[in-house]
């Protein structure tokens, strides 16, 4: 593809409107990209109804499309607006179209969805392929257990998708730990354009402070727990400070992050029955959770693809309590790592004893830190995608040769 412009152009895709994996993924590969590429600008298209509180590099913008949220029942529903779910997708597929039409793209990334949701970024993903952008779908490491893989992409002609529309595929871990597409019937085609990148790399800018100091804390080791989104991390919350609760002499204090998807019902709960507590510090969210991570004896999570990658960046001690439904990703991806020793998992058995969580909580500072296992390329992820991305902007009348960097499936 022929470059257009001095200045490329960068549009990444995520679907979601719930939870804060996919717009930290995203956001993550668009900060590193613009501080190595001078020459790029990056737009997000997300529904996020939280994309503006995160801080985005110059030259990284995005659009918020409106948000949908998933049902129990599987259904789909408008987030904010009083319209129906069809409306609200046609309204979504109609922005996604015209932004894409008038940003122009050089590449064009989607994240975990190849179709996006319910298919609204088909007629877009044609419309670029006959532009000749290239068209990259990034994956996380696990999707989900390989039986309800198999069927929920069959249920969005997916693999269709992959060997039609994309010209590569990126799969943000290593190879040597998980296949994200294991137990799929994965055409010869396809294989060759997934580029393993390593997991992506999170760092702390010194001075970045968390949002609400804590002096009761300051100085003095402590656990950080953390739900992500939070719209599922209660029976986490509630386990820890049960533990508390029962064992006011825990050695280390605790920071708990709840999550800004988490019910706001709970989330008081939760708050008032830390405040009774002297070990513990409850806070909602804060967009500058590094600054957390970084200073933490250890890190008590439930297991998302993020999360797992703070870990391994910040070199932490971890106690990992996945959840099981509606994915199993969280269970797949924790039973690996720390089958490898890269970190320690609790399951919850649905009884949560205080005294089985005490007694993680007390071992969790001296446990191996993920270091200690080495795993060549672990952590290069944001560096392979930088170099796979300067190929594309340094050639201008060839694809790039993407077997040089990343690895070959």
Same mark, same amino acid.
């Given at each position: 593809?022929?470059?257009?412009?001095?200045?490329?152009? !960068?549009?990444?895709?995520?679907?979601?409107?719930?939870?804060?994996?996919?717009?930290?993924?995203?956001?993550?590969?668009?900060?590193?990209?613009? +501080?190595?590429?001078? @020459?790029?600008?990056?737009?997000?298209?997300? %529904?996020?109804?939280?994309?503006?509180s995160f801080d985005f590099r110059t030259r990284v913008d995005f659009v918020r499309i409106p948000g949908v949220i998933k049902l129990r029942r599987g259904d789909y529903t408008s987030l904010s607006l009083d319209i129906g779910v069809d409306e609200t997708l046609a309204m979504r597929a109609s922005i996604i179209r015209h932004t894409a039409e008038t940003f122009d793209p050089d590449i064009l990334l989607v994240d975990k969805e190849p179709l996006g949701l319910r298919g609204e970024i088909k007629d877009t993903l044609t419309m670029l392929k006959d532009r000749g952008t290239p068209l990259v779908l990034g994956l996380r490491d696990v999707m989900d257990s390989p039986e309800h893989l198999v069927d929920e992409w069959r249920r969005k002609?997916?693999?269709?998708? =992959?060997?039609?529309? #994309? @010209?590569?595929?990126?799969?943000?871990?290593?190879?040597?730990?998980?296949?994200?597409?294991?137990?799929?019937? *994965?055409? $010869?085609?396809?294989?060759?354009?997934?580029?393993?990148?390593?997991?992506?790399?999170?760092?702390?800018?010194? %001075?970045?402070?968390? !949002?609400?100091?804590?002096?009761?804390i300051e100085n003095e080791p402590y656990l950080l727990v953390t739900t992500g989104g939070g719209g599922d991390g209660a029976s986490l919350i509630d386990w820890v400070l049960r533990t508390y609760?029962? +064992?006011?002499?825990?050695?280390?204090?605790?920071?708990?992050?709840?999550?800004?998807?988490?019910?706001?019902?709970? $989330?008081? $709960?939760?708050?008032?029955?830390?405040?009774?507590?002297?070990? *513990?510090?409850?806070?909602?969210?804060?967009?500058?959770?590094?600054?957390? !991570?970084?200073?933490?004896?250890?890190?008590?999570?439930? %297991? %998302? #693809?993020?999360?797992?990658?703070?870990?391994?960046?910040? +070199?932490?001690?971890? =106690?990992?309590?996945?959840r099981t439904v509606p994915r199993l990703e969280q269970y797949i991806r924790t039973a690996r790592a720390q089958e490898l020793g890269l970190v320690n998992m609790l399951v919850d058995d649905g009884t949560r004893s205080p005294r089985k969580m005490a007694a993680a909580l007390r071992e969790l500072p001296g446990k191996p830190r993920p270091s200690e296992v080495h795993f060549p390329g672990l952590l290069d992820g944001l560096s392979v995608i930088n170099a796979m991305v300067d190929q594309w902007l340094n050639m201008p009348t060839m694809a790039p040769d993407l077997s040089v960097v990343g690895q070959t499936v």
């Open positions: 593809m022929a470059r257009k412009r001095a200045h490329a152009r !960068l549009l990444i895709y995520s679907h979601d409107s719930f939870g804060l994996g996919h717009l930290r993924r995203c956001s993550a590969i668009a900060n590193s990209l613009i +501080d190595h590429h001078k @020459d790029l600008s990056v737009l997000i298209l997300s %529904g996020s109804p939280i994309i503006g002609n997916a693999m269709p998708a =992959l060997q039609e529309l #994309y @010209d590569h595929i990126w799969v943000y871990g290593l190879e040597e730990i998980i296949n994200p597409l294991e137990g799929l019937h *994965v055409p $010869q085609s396809v294989r060759q354009k997934m580029r393993y990148t390593g997991y992506l790399r999170r760092e702390w800018v010194h %001075g970045a402070a968390p !949002l609400r100091p804590m002096p009761e609760e029962h +064992d006011p002499a825990m050695t280390h204090p605790a920071v708990l992050v709840l999550g800004p998807f988490m019910a706001s019902n709970l $989330q008081v $709960q939760f708050i008032e029955r830390a405040a009774r507590l002297n070990r *513990v510090h409850a806070l909602t969210f804060d967009s500058h959770v590094e600054s957390l !991570l970084a200073n933490a004896a250890g890190i008590v999570a439930m %297991g %998302g #693809y993020n999360l797992f990658c703070e870990i391994l960046s910040f +070199d932490k001690p971890s =106690l990992i309590v996945p």
